[in-house]
């Protein structure tokens, strides 16, 4: 289990380099043996590699800004079809957000994970919207091997690891798919408006450009340092788009020109925002990544984007 205990470290208590090698962690593209020994060049006194891996790890009790029994709102885990994904039986699980007094029905938001699956931080992340007067619904692509490991099964950074672990084993051409399900689930919930918005972090920012591309009469799409979507799929988008990414990601970052210049050319609507000394993650306020300055501002701007996209 995660302790409230953990020290609260900033992105600034580390050098670039750790915080460039635990991106590289995270994604998959290197694995923990080789994260102490390329780390190991910088460490300090005690701030041995071993140590800065533990400290870069998430705590889950950062991210309760809105507690799951806060009254505001009603939460619970549901299922929705998805006959074209990774699931056996056409079934996935996601959380379903809402506010607790809702009149009438309301624009929905489809909240995309990381390439860890459906955490605390992203239950978080769509409680937030349930506050800010959205139904809100994020699927967890793990559904097929079991879900998001559970809280029973170790603490924050063995479950982050395990997730990353999994997420890997799904077929990635079938992974979109589960969320497309999703899109199509909420225009018709019995609780939405039919206007949809999605909102995705790292690999769910990814999802969100894609669900862009892929469906004309999206409401909005916000991505989070996400992978671009190519010249050719970004001529097909319709809907607004927003961008949010680091400055100092410059495995996602070098890519926005291109993307903002064929959003350009084709006409789309969208807005895009560089944060000055942020990293990929700065949102995600579970790790010393989260910067609050950029995530205060992003998010404020996302819900406003919601807002005059999703209510008229």
């Known amino acids: 289990m995660e302790t409230a205990t953990k020290v609260r470290m900033k992105a600034s208590d580390f050098p670039q380099e750790v915080l460039d090698l635990f991106d590289l962690f995270i994604h998959g593209d290197i694995g923990r ?5 390329r780390a190991g060049k910088f460490a300090a006194g005690t701030m041995t590699a071993a140590v800065m891996l533990e ?6 009790s950062w991210a309760q800004q809105v ?5 505001r709102i009603k939460a619970e885990y549901v299922t929705y079809p998805s006959t074209m994904g990774n699931a056996t039986d056409g079934k996935m699980k996601g959380y379903l957000a809402r506010p607790a007094r809702a009149a009438g029905k309301l624009p929905a938001i ?6 860890r699956g459906l955490n605390p931080y992203i239950e978080d ?11 809100a619904f994020a699927p967890d692509a793990l559904t097929p091997l079991g879900g998001y490991p559970a809280a029973t099964t170790g603490d924050a950074a063995a479950r982050e690891t395990a997730a990353t672990a999994m997420f890997q084993k ?27 918005g999605v909102v995705g972090f790292c690999f769910g920012g990814g999802i969100a450009n894609q669900m862009a ?11 989070y340092y996400g992978a671009q979507p190519t010249a050719a799929d970004a001529a097909k988008i319709k809907a607004p788009v927003m961008i949010h ?34 990293n990929h993650g700065f949102h995600n306020d579970t790790t010393p990544r989260y910067d609050k300055a950029a995530a205060e501002t992003s998010w404020q701007r996302t819900v406003d984007f919601f807002n005059k996209n999703l209510r008229s």
């Open 33 to 37: 043996r080789e994260f102490l020994d």
């Open 55 to 60: 400290l870069l790890a998430p705590e889950y």
């Open 67 to 71: 507690q799951p029994n806060d009254t």
């Open 110 to 115: 489809l909240v995309v994970h990381e390439n």
């Open 125 to 135: 992340v769509a409680r937030r919207f349930a506050v800010a007067n959205f139904l």
């Open 170 to 196: 799904l077929n990635g051409m079938k992974t979109p798919e589960d969320f497309a399900a999703a899109v199509v689930f909420l225009k018709s919930h019995p609780e939405s408006t039919g206007k949809v």
């Open 213 to 223: 591309v892929r469906f004309p009469d999206l409401g909005a799409a916000v991505a």
């Open 245 to 278: 990414n680091g400055a100092l990601d410059a495995r996602i970052t070098g890519g926005s020109p291109a993307y903002e210049a064929a959003l350009k050319a084709a006409g789309v609507k969208y807005e895009a925002f560089t944060y000055e000394n942020a």
